[in-house]
């Protein structure tokens, strides 16, 4: 029975958006390449979200939590009971982790943060950004399975609203080469970039690093996570995990807004295809400008707190 | 402890982007090649364990003849050993280029595997746990620390706003990010020093592989195009703040649907 074969990944007891988006595209993909959706997690607590995006199945492996080696085992164990034509991983660290390990033990192609899929008869077709966004590159997946991993806010989470997922154990072997042995949380409370719907990035314009609590208060109204431009990141003032652009990440989310942003090419590059991008910069020529929906010349340091009071006041609304 | 360094070669990061006449590639005319980014903190670090513990820093590339520039550069650093694997990289998919990789390490003695995170240009991030799945070693992707011990490596892998401290035993495949370490610069006597070291070159079939193992096997490009080209929105005077704040929290609402 061919299909698609989703990797869930389960955070406080639901299913991470990364997965549920996976999870989307997937039902649509089972839909035009015909067999089932089915998804594969650690425990079956993803058993009830998993089935309300519209899996079938749900494959849990009794070994804890991720580890490479013995995830790649139990995938293969569950691609090997439905022979899926697709299997999907949503853009998290673990999903990028796993895919390509899985790929080289069934000798099967990977394209990588995809933003666009679709099943042209039996091949997988998908749309990925390349020079970090500066082109974007249609791919052809032939292998079978034919895997992608998705990039993140690039598909829609759409339920659909089934009945819990059937739960089927898969085996794991019991040792590996490597092993977690310690996690360290490095920015409690704090959003990251490639999950935000909203972005307040902080470039050059912020002249010191103690600055950045203007670019934090915002992005705290709203509800949003904080980037921030190379020159800030080689400088010390934030830390690389906020880093937009090429040798940072590539976003794209709902609403970007930078402020003292130049908008050097590598930085252009990385955000660029955000659905909406409001910038604020005191210089009129600025680059940004070029791809901004909304541009504001004038002076951050008077700008960002009232917007933030205005924000303030429109959520108190 | 003995390590190899797997390098990409690819556009400087400063390139416009140009489509080739071909559609599917980049138009390679004027185009100045780099070691990519990520790549010179992963050779940084297995240059500091050679100094620390001593053997040698192998630096390994697959592609055409300009990748013996990107070779010569990391010899230039503090690299002692390279091989160039030679052949058209640009119709291989990762899995191949990992496979020619892969056939290329079994002929080098090493303890640690070393890439970067991902190639900066194709930014795929599926080389390197390829490789360390066809060679059976274990992965840590993404790694901003790591130390070694007889027989094992501990490393720091950055997930999700939190870092997993892993340990591994060796040999094993580590791919670098940025914050790693502070890559040096190539020193003048590096550089006359790089120039004696003679690139061992191979082909493909050297290795045992033949061309349809590597190219246009399960991943094909079948068009590359540029974003539309954006005009610049609508521009307004931030002289008043308040003003200003008004009109962005309107376009937010009622534009962006983002309060």
């Given at each position: 029975m061919p299909?698609?074969?989703?990797?869930?990944?389960?955070?406080d007891g639901k299913l991470?958006?990364?997965s549920r988006e996976a999870l989307s595209i997937g039902r649509k993909l089972a839909e035009a390449a015909g067999g089932d959706l089915t998804a594969f997690a650690s425990d079956e607590s993803a058993a009830d979200d998993a089935g309300r995006y519209g899996a079938k199945k749900l494959f849990v492996t009794g070994a804890g939590g991720y580890n490479p080696e013995m995830y790649t085992a139990a995938m293969q164990a569950a691609i090997a009971q439905t022979s899926p034509s697709i299997v999907l991983f949503g853009g998290t660290s673990n999903g990028r982790d796993l895919a390509p390990r899985l790929a080289a033990r069934l000798d099967a192609g990977v394209a990588s943060d995809v933003d666009r899929l679709e099943w042209a008869g039996s091949k997988l077709k998908a749309r990925r950004p390349v020079y970090s966004g500066k082109a974007f590159a249609t791919v052809e997946v032939s292998s079978v399975p034919a895997i992608a991993t998705t990039r993140?806010?690039?598909?829609?989470?759409?339920?659909?609203?089934?009945?819990?997922?059937?739960?089927?154990?898969?085996?794991?072997?019991?040792?590996?080469k490597a092993k977690v042995v310690e996690t360290k949380v490095t920015q409690s409370g704090e959003l990251s970039i490639v999950?935000?719907?909203?972005i307040v990035a902080g470039g050059r314009g912020l002249k010191e690093g103690a600055n950045f609590s203007l670019i934090r208060d915002l992005a705290h109204a709203i509800g949003g996570a904080v980037g921030a431009s190379r020159a800030t990141v080689d400088a010390g003032w934030i830390d690389h995990q906020h880093q937009v652009g090429q040798t940072g990440r590539v976003v794209s989310p709902n609403l970007y807004i930078a402020a003292g942003v130049s908008g050097a090419i590598q930085h252009l590059a990385g955000m660029s295809s955000s659905k909406h991008i409001v910038a604020i910069n005191k210089d009129p020529e600025a680059p940004i400008f070029r791809v901004a929906d909304l541009g504001v010349v004038g002076d951050l340091f008077t700008i960002l707190p009232a917007l933030t009071e205005e924000v303030k006041r429109a959520k108190a609304h | 402890m003995n390590s190899v360094v797997c390098i990409a070669q690819v556009p400087d990061t400063e390139t416009r982007i140009k489509i080739g006449g071909d559609g599917r590639r980049i138009d390679e005319a004027g185009v100045k090649y780099i070691v990519s980014p990520y790549d010179e903190y992963a050779l940084e670090e297995a240059i500091r364990l050679k100094e620390k513990e001593g053997g040698d820093v192998t630096v390994l590339g697959f592609g055409p003849d300009r990748v013996q520039q990107a070779l010569r550069e990391s010899l230039a650093r503090g690299a002692?050993?390279?091989?160039?694997v030679k052949g058209e990289s640009?119709?291989?998919?990762?899995?191949?280029?990992?496979?020619?990789?892969?056939?290329?390490l079994r002929t080098i003695p090493h303890d640690l595997v070393f890439f970067g995170k991902q190639g900066v240009g194709t930014d795929n991030s599926l080389v390197g746990p390829m490789v360390a799945e066809l060679l059976g070693y274990p992965q840590i992707n993404v790694v901003t620390h790591m130390e070694t011990a007889a027989g094992k490596v501990t490393a720091h892998r950055e997930i999700e706003g939190a870092e997993e401290v892993i340990e591994a035993t060796t040999p094993a495949v580590i791919?670098?990010?940025?914050?790693?370490?502070?890559?040096?610069?190539?020193?003048l006597k590096g550089i006359m020093a790089a120039k004696k070291v003679t690139i061992d070159t191979k082909s493909i079939a050297d290795l045992g592989l033949a061309d349809s193992d590597v190219v246009n096997q399960r991943v094909t490009v079948v068009s590359l195009e540029l974003p539309p080209e954006k005009s610049g929105g609508r521009k307004i005077d931030g002289g008043d703040p308040a003003a200003a704040a008004k009109e962005i929290v309107r376009y937010m609402k009622e534009e962006a649907k983002a309060l």
């Open positions: 299909g698609v074969l989703v990797f869930c990944e389960v955070q991470k958006k990364a993140m806010n690039a598909f829609p989470a759409e339920e659909s609203g089934g009945g819990a997922a059937e739960v089927v154990e898969v085996s794991a072997p019991a040792e590996s999950e935000a719907d909203i | 002692t050993k390279a091989v160039h640009g119709d291989a998919d990762s899995l191949g280029i990992a496979k020619v990789l892969a056939a290329a791919t670098a990010q940025k914050g790693l370490n502070e890559p040096r610069y190539a020193s």
